[in-house]
């Protein structure tokens, strides 16, 4: 486990049905609606456990269950989108036009 990064980012937005259930199961949450903290931590663990094996084949959920929290960082899907605040100075992005979908055109 000596390779692995030095920090798992692991953006939910990114996993995918087929990781969703092998972290699950991996985890034993039958339903994460209602999970648990522990619960919780195991589906973390599980999360990391998918993103790693993308990159380190061998990585296992027990080697997922033993990082430190400080190496993790954990993306929520429903994170919402911030718009620039241009009372900050910061610019707005143009608006695309109709039917438009490519910004450079």
Known sequence: M????????VDLAEITFG?????????NVADPTTATAADQARLNAAFCWVVLRRD??????????????SRVEVIQASDPFVPPDASAGETPRESLGPGT???ST
């Open 56 to 69: 380190h084949p061998d990585v296992t959920y027990t080697d997922a269950l033993a990082l430190p929290i």
């Open 101 to 103: 979908l490519d910004p």
């Open 19 to 27: 990781e969703m259930i092998d972290a699950t199961e991996a985890a």
């Open 2 to 9: 000596d390779d692995l990064p030095d920090k798992v980012r």
